[in-house]
């Protein structure tokens, strides 16, 4: 398609890239089919064709308004689109501009500016989110429905690091924000995991949310903010070679981490760092994945002949992971390495409605989702979800019939038997 | 052509002269039906001398033929390249056939004569020559007037060329027999539909189901192991398609007194009727011959009962009944369209006033 | 030739103005009107709203309505239809937007009537073998929902994974599988839909035979001008138990269509036949790498269905005859997975040119078989002459070709060569005895060439048909048949460029 853009905007540094994005849309349609929301909606402007078109229009006119912006929130950011776009158009691109430069221009009224910066406040300041998540779980039973779902019920356990010795690998570990507080069982897991083939992992003194919740609310700034707090807390390892490089445990941060380049783009001291390490940035599953050969002996115990598999676990790849980051099939090998049985569900493309913040800004829509994806998740007669991101691990648990799980935590218990077995048979 | 076209302009002119109605006729294979019996205030136009194939390419899948070619002359040629006209239309005139928009019992599989219509030549109550659809496969340019003029009966104007798509004929064919009644027929039907097997006709009568398979030689072989039944002796069972094709032969000729002669055409998986006395069943049950007491008039309500529509094949008119409301008023305005004068008469609705 | 080109497109932007004169409505009024009268999760108009609308697949026509409807059911749009008969506004039904001939390019003073929330299957009937469908239910979504009962709907455009039943009615959608299965008349047995004042109407009959005239086939393929579609019936056949994908490189296009001529002359009808050349070989191979040989001229795929038996016959035939017609390699589809991939990328084919250019126009003549070398050899001619590249995806097993022109819309004057271009490739296919559409229909795009294509009295025939369902025109206006004048123009605009000197062979 053809793009004029306004003289407003001349010489800001998005606008190339965007019009780039633009120009290849060549308009047919395909992407719509596979958007969540247009889905729901039926009008075009909630499908990935209309908001690039609203960006276009946005571009060309330089005029925002609050229905714009409406659009743009409905989205999910998934990128089912993206992967369904034969003429290879970034969505993720084009939106993003349409975020920051509506948050720019300033649209919004006060109360919803407030409560979007109020969310992103709280979501990523963990001693805030603890205490909340803290008091929430003592109230829950007096909570209205709606908000006691969304606190998560178990009380986390304590757990230890585990000491790898003489690691053959050292890896950073992404902290993030939400996952600690209210999932370390996560991290614990990959720990585990992790150091059984003699990968060590640590969190960075000064390093925190990746600041993907920022961005996507379109508060750029914020969220360079906090790239730039990482990656130095991350760099000088990094460069001594101690620390091969950054693993995250929420898919939804490692496909953050991986566009720290261009977030960072333009900063003089950082930018080039940012670039290298969002290079060297890996899903936890991909770092995995590589010893997978090792791992496999763990589910030995589980069924002697090789062949037998315990227990029925379907796998919903979170949109980052499947979409974003474009891993598809990794994890389902690396659980039936560890002798569990994974059966497909349905429209296993569709996003599960929980898109970080999105679950709590936009409730009908995601609930609509998350309904939809727990009975397709039930109808597969799994016993149990395993998923690859907090945000989708809440949002499931939320709004479906089965437990769920990050697929570490399923990989490790299992492992994590298994080490067990061999210590009690040296004994 | 100019010929032709000069004579249709003539028969107008005569019609409209004389204050008459014109009637368009081919070979007059269909004349012993009801309606097409011709009115005394009718100007006859006939395309009987309007012969000779146009066009016929074998690689191109289709055949050109003027109006007035007999169908068994088209197939006899299209016969010489292993080729052959799977809706198998009735015989007489190809004008006719696709005026009558009938199609044989190899309709079943490979669609009805209105889908195998590529393109059409019409001479129009108004006396233009209009073209309409081409000799291509595929084709969307323009609304599909070829395939409206299908079954039109003479009524949108008089066709003057018509072209049919063509298929490679099956190297095997294979008709098998089996004794059943109509229910046990229907079920029968029901069951098959479903499944990939190489069908290409299915007509039941008086106790016995006939099933035609054709495709490739192992393939039918294969069908025919799957689905049992007797296998019927080749000529004879060529002898009963023709037959059937032709609606010759005793359920469509040889009527009792006192009684009516009706088509049903009903939806697949219709249970039998239960209704006067059925004389045959065609393509999976959806066409169904029945006999009841003339003057009935109740099989109107009860084909539209199941979801179909009754065609009254003897006796007096109206033999159709046109649709009402918003359609009926559709159709009218349509012919107004291709006859303004409404100077030209044929089809089994009656005659409007 | 400058000239030309600003004449063509005054005439077609006059054109518009023509029909749009007819219609011209008091804006402000009518909206309110409507505003009050239609819920507003039904109704868009803000500028930006209805700007996603203003085109379909064909992002160089373009037109911004005065608002566009959303209907939820069947009640709805026929409400929606009264309140613009009301109010004579004119009406553009839209689908998915996929079309390619600016079918559903919005009047400007009309509203565009989406029939995308009308997404339900209403019912498969695996017995009876059909499946009742909402209009605004995708193509791939019938297939889908039939697939458990091993049944599925045959045509399949390349776009099925996006456009509409309803779309695909009005436009008689075809497929890769038209050759063996026939295109959407051939699958569709009752319509249900309303006309433009919204009286309500069934065409067609679930008995398989229509009774009268045959309007199920006028309004399958009548680009949304006769009707608005709100529920279709469509036949269901068994899913072949096997089926076999052949994919063959030739060193030149030509071999390639005699290996399809040769194919077809064997008494084989193949399910699906395709070409591809080279560019659209390397645009799709970015998108997808499915493993098309990259450096061959042509790619063929030859896919053969139907029971074990049938298979195992015919493809050994087709292997052998590909061998014979030169071609250098044959790679047979191990198994579902890499078919299904096979095709993925001839179905991509279109939008994967995106990634080679900024813009791509889709041309969609049909030729006899026969006439394709010639015809090929006359595309790569232009491509000289109007100094723009041109890629070239068939249907070949049926003759219907889609040159994909590339252009940059935001270089001054390409688009207008683009055009000039495609115009050039169809009155070409015309005189080679072929039609100006295979499948993507006449629309907006390619109104002109329908006066090359048909007579006066024929185009007058049109405009009656039209009328008997639509007096005043007011459903999608301004496409398909061109008025008189506008062929007039172009008739004269032609003669002076001299593009086209055998305007006068007999056709048919
Ligand atoms: C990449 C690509 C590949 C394609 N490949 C093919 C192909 O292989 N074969 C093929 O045939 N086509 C193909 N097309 C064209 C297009 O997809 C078809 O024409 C399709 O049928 C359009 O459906 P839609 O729902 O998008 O309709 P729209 O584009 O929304 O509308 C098309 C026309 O139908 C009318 N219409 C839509 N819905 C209704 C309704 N409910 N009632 C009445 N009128 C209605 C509109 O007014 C308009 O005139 C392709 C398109 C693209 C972009
Ligand atoms: S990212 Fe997801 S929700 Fe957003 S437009 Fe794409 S498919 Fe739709
Ligand atoms: S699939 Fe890609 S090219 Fe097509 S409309 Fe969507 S974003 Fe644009």
Not at chain 1, 358 to 386: I, M, P, Q
Not at chain 2, 272 to 297: F, H, N, Q, S, Y
Not at chain 3, 226 to 247: F, N, Q, S
Request: with cysteine; aromatic share 8%.
């Amino acid at each position: 398609m053809e793009v004029r853009a306004a003289s407003l905007f001349a010489g800001r540094n998005w606008l190339k890239g965007v019009e780039e994005e633009l120009r290849r849309c060549v308009h047919c349609g395909f992407c719509t089919a596979s958007c969540p929301t247009y889905r729901l909606l039926g009008d075009e402007l909630d499908g990935p064709r209309g908001r690039i078109y609203l960006v276009k229009e946005l571009v060309e006119r330089g005029v925002v308004t609050r229905s714009m912006v409406r659009h743009f929130d409905r989205c999910l950011t998934c990128r089912a689109c993206e992967r369904s776009c034969p003429s290879g158009v970034q969505y993720h691109r084009v939106v993003a501009v349409g975020r920051a430069v509506s948050e720019e221009m300033g649209v919004r009224p006060f109360f919803e500016r407030w409560r979007r910066g109020g969310l992103a406040w709280w979501v990523t300041h963990r001693a805030l989110l603890r205490w909340a998540v803290g008091v929430g779980r003592t109230v829950r039973p007096f909570l209205p429905k709606g908000l006691a779902r969304l606190v998560p019920p178990r009380a986390p356990r304590e757990w230890q690091w585990p000491s790898v010795s003489e690691p053959r690998e050292r890896w950073w570990l992404l902290e993030g924000c939400v996952q600690p507080v209210v999932r370390p069982e996560v991290d614990q897991a990959a720990a585990t995991v992790l150091g059984v083939v003699g990968v060590e992992v640590a969190y960075a003194r000064g390093s925190g949310c990746c600041g993907a919740v920022d961005f996507h609310l379109g508060r750029v700034e914020v969220a360079r903010a906090r790239a730039r707090a990482n990656v130095r807390a991350w760099w000088p390892a990094f460069a001594a070679g101690e620390r091969k490089g950054v693993v995250a445990t929420a898919s939804g941060c490692a496909a953050f981490l991986r566009e720290y380049g261009e977030l960072l783009e333009g900063d003089e001291v950082w930018g080039e760092a940012a670039a290298v390490l969002g290079r060297e940035t890996l899903d936890v599953s991909e770092l995995v994945a590589r010893f997978a050969g090792e791992l496999r002996r763990h589910g030995r115990e589980e069924h002697p002949n090789g062949r037998e598999r315990r227990g029925k676990v379907v796998f919903q790849a979170p949109c980052s992971l499947q979409h974003g980051l474009g891993i598809v099939g990794v994890v389902e090998g690396l659980l039936e390495g560890v002798g569990w049985q994974v059966v497909k569900a349905d429209d296993d493309r569709w996003c599960c409605g929980s898109a970080g913040t999105y679950s709590v800004l936009e409730r009908g829509l995601a609930a609509r989702l998350g309904r939809e994806k727990g009975e397709t998740l039930a109808a597969t007669g799994a016993e149990v979800v395993a998923t690859a991101n907090i945000g989708c691990l809440l949002h499931l648990s939320a709004y479906g019939r089965l437990p769920v799980r990050h697929w570490l935590e399923l990989v490790a218990e299992r492992v994590a038997r298994e080490e067990e077995r061999v210590a009690r048979r040296r004994r | 052509m100019e010929e032709v076209v000069s004579r249709w302009r003539e028969s107008l002119a005569e019609a409209r002269a004389r204050g008459k109605m014109v009637r368009v006729v081919g070979k007059d294979s269909k004349g012993w039906l009801p309606w097409c019996r011709r009115g005394a205030d009718e100007v006859v136009f006939s395309m009987q001398d309007w012969q000779g194939v146009v066009r016929y390419e074998p690689s191109e899948l289709f055949v050109t033929v003027r109006a007035g070619t007999d169908v068994a002359e088209v197939e006899e040629m299209l016969a010489e390249r292993g080729q052959w006209l799977g809706f198998e239309p009735p015989p007489g005139s190809v004008g006719g056939a696709t005026a009558s928009g009938w199609s044989g019992p190899g309709a079943w599989r490979y669609g009805s004569l209105r889908g195998a219509v590529l393109g059409v030549r019409l001479l129009d109550g108004a006396g233009r020559l209009l073209r309409f659809g081409g000799e291509v496969i595929k084709n969307v340019a323009g609304f599909d007037v070829a395939r409206l003029v299908v079954g039109s009966w003479g009524r949108l104007g008089a066709i003057v060329e018509v072209t049919w798509r063509v298929w490679p004929k099956p190297a095997a064919v294979r008709t098998l027999c089996f004794e059943m009644g109509e229910g046990e027929a229907l079920a029968f039907a029901d069951r098959l539909r479903p499944r990939a097997l190489p069908l290409s006709a299915f007509f039941w009568s008086n106790g016995r189901l006939w099933l035609r398979l054709a495709g490739g030689e192992r393939a039918v072989a294969h069908g025919r192991e799957e689905v049992g039944g007797e296998e019927v002796e080749e000529e004879m069972a060529a002898a009963l398609w023709r037959q059937v094709r032709a609606l010759d032969g005793e359920p469509w000729r040889a009527v009792p007194e006192g009684m009516a002669l009706w088509r049903l055409a009903v939806p697949p998986g219709t249970p039998p009727l239960g209704m006067g006395k059925i004389l045959a069943c065609e393509r999976g049950g959806t066409v169904r011959w029945v006999l009841v007491p003339a003057g009935e008039e109740g099989v109107w309500k009860r084909a539209e009962e199941v979801g179909g529509w009754a065609w009254r094949w003897t006796g007096e008119g109206p033999w159709q009944q046109r649709r009402q409301g918003a359609v009926g008023e559709i159709e009218e305005r349509l012919q107004a369209v291709f006859d303004p004068e409404g100077r030209l008469s044929g089809g089994p609705w009656g005659r409007e006033e | 030739m400058g000239r030309d080109w600003e004449a063509m497109l005054s005439a077609r932007v006059r054109a518009w103005e023509e029909g749009e004169r007819l219609f011209r409505v008091e804006r402000e009024e009518t909206l309110a009107q409507l505003r009050a009268t239609l819920p507003r999760e039904v109704l868009r108009w803000q500028p930006e709203e209805v700007a996603v609308y203003e085109c379909d697949g064909l992002p160089a026509l373009r037109e911004r309505p005065l608002a566009v409807a959303l209907p939820r059911d069947t009640a709805e749009v026929q409400e929606v239809l009264r309140v613009c008969a009301r109010l004579g506004v004119p009406v553009v039904a839209r689908g998915a937007g996929t079309g390619l001939s600016g079918g559903a390019l919005p009047c400007r003073d009309g509203v565009v009537l989406s029939l995308a929330r009308l997404n339900r299957v209403l019912e498969v009937d695996p017995v009876r073998c059909w499946a009742r469908v909402e209009a605004g239910v995708r193509n791939l979504a019938i297939s889908e929902a039939a697939a458990t009962f091993g049944l599925f709907y045959a045509p399949d455009p390349s776009s099925q994974v996006a456009c509409t039943i309803g779309g695909n009615v009005a436009e008689n959608a075809g497929g890769v599988h038209c050759l063996k299965y026939g295109v959407t008349v051939h699958h569709v047995l009752e319509v249900r839909g309303f006309t433009v004042d919204g009286e309500e109407v069934v065409l067609g009959s679930t008995a398989e035979e229509e009774p009268g005239f045959g309007l199920l086939p006028l309004v399958v393929g009548s680009e949304g001008m006769l009707a608005v579609v709100t529920e279709v019936t469509v036949r269901l056949l068994p899913t072949p138990p096997a089926v076999e994908c052949v994919l063959a490189a030739f060193d030149s296009v030509r071999a390639a269509g005699e290996a399809v001529a040769a194919i077809i002359a064997a008494g084989i009808v193949p399910a699906g036949l395709e070409m591809m050349d080279r560019g659209s070989v390397a645009a799709v191979e970015t998108f997808m790498p499915v493993g098309y040989p990259k450096d061959a001229a042509a790619v063929l795929l030859c896919e053969v269905d139907g029971r074990p038996e049938e298979v195992e016959e015919e493809l050994p035939q087709v292997l052998d005859l590909l061998h014979t017609h030169g071609a250098r390699e044959v790679r047979v589809a191990r198994n579902a997975q890499e078919r299904a991939q096979f095709w993925a990328g001839r179905k991509a084919a279109f939008p994967a040119a995106g990634r080679v250019s900024p813009d791509y126009y889709c041309v969609d003549g049909t030729i006899p078989r026969r006439a394709l070398g010639e015809m090929l050899e006359a595309i790569a001619e232009m491509e000289q002459r109007y100094g723009l590249r041109c890629l070239n995806v068939f249907h070949a097993g049926d003759g219907n070709l889609h040159p994909l022109i590339l252009f940059d819309g935001s270089r001054e004057g390409e688009w207008e060569r683009a055009e000039a271009f495609g115009a050039e490739i169809l009155e070409r296919s015309v005189a080679l005895g072929g039609t100006i559409t295979g499948e993507h229909g006449v629309g907006a795009e390619k109104i002109n060439q329908m006066c090359v294509q048909f007579s006066r009295e024929e185009r007058a025939v049109f405009f009656g048909v039209r009328a008997a369902f639509d007096r005043d025109g007011r459903l999608n206006p301004g496409k398909m048949i061109p008025s008189l004048p506008r062929c007039v123009e172009y008739g004269r605009m032609r003669v002076r460029g001299g593009a086209l000197p055998f305007a006068n062979l007999p056709r048919f």
